[in-house]
């Protein structure tokens, strides 16, 4: 069964600053996709940047970008120039691209990020 | 266009009850799946609904049933509640189909059991 590890249950980050969230998983398939969500206080789940793992190419959406790591299986999230809004739970996710398996999103714990001004 | 919308907000049960949770998928969307989120955890994969028929199922008992309707909306039953049941509930829904695998969530619904 796939997992995946978040190590960092909390991190905290000053404004305009730079963090990097770790995130690894555990699989024996080859074909994949990986998410970030960001969960703020309000609750709703929001998809920050997703990943297909038969691309070499690491995924960017503005000031977030991925270090997508095949082999060592680590997809970590940098964000750039963090803002307030930032502040939130941050979920990594796997997705199984086989069969019955495709409706199966598996979460890490989490991380919480705190922006500080 | 509109995005996942789940309803109640928030609910408040007592142990034994039923309780149905309600989720309408965004615009296009026809597959819905159900998550539970315990307090300070990630999301645990419930079930997932397509073409109104229960395609996957994760690592819940009978307790939990659901539907999904012809307009692709989708209900959550939970039935004998326990204390454990209590959790945010989210819905996410998807478009079936190569290329179409990110899941997109609703705001959740808190479901307290007393």
């Known amino acids: 069964a796939q997992t995946v590890t978040q190590s960092q249950p909390e991190m905290s980050v000053q404004e305009a600053e730079t963090v990097t969230l770790s995130c690894t998983y555990d699989t024996s398939e080859s074909d994949y996709y990986l998410f970030w969500y960001k969960q703020p206080p309000s609750r709703q789940m929001i998809l920050v940047i997703r990943?297909?793992?038969?691309?070499?190419q690491n995924a960017t959406e503005n000031r977030f970008s991925v270090n997508f790591q095949k082999a060592a299986k680590s997809f970590s999230l940098k964000i750039s120039d963090s803002q307030l809004g930032d502040a939130a739970m941050y979920f990594c996710?796997?997705?199984?691209?086989?069969?019955?398996?495709?409706?199966?999103?598996?979460f890490g714990k989490g991380t919480k990020l705190s922006v500080k001004p | 266009d509109a995005g996942v919308t789940q309803s109640p907000t928030h609910l408040i049960k007592t142990r034994g009850q039923q309780v149905t949770l309600r989720c309408s998928p965004k615009s296009g969307h026809d597959t819905v799946s159900w998550y539970q989120q315990a307090l300070g955890q990630g999301p645990q994969f419930i079930f997932q609904?397509?073409?109104?028929?229960?395609?996957q199922r994760g690592n819940f008992p009978d307790r939990f049933s659901g539907h999904q309707f012809p307009n692709y909306s989708s209900e959550l039953n939970v039935n004998a509640l326990l204390l454990g049941d209590s959790a945010l509930y989210l819905c996410?829904?998807?478009?079936?189909?190569?290329?179409?695998?990110?899941?997109?969530f609703g705001p959740g619904t808190r479901l307290l059991v007393l």
């Open positions: 609904y397509y073409e109104e028929e229960e395609r």
């Open positions: 996410a829904s998807s478009l079936s189909g190569l290329g179409q695998e990110t899941q997109y």
């Open positions: 990943q297909e793992a038969y691309k070499q």
């Open positions: 996710a796997y997705r199984s691209s086989y069969g019955g398996s495709q409706g199966n999103l598996i």
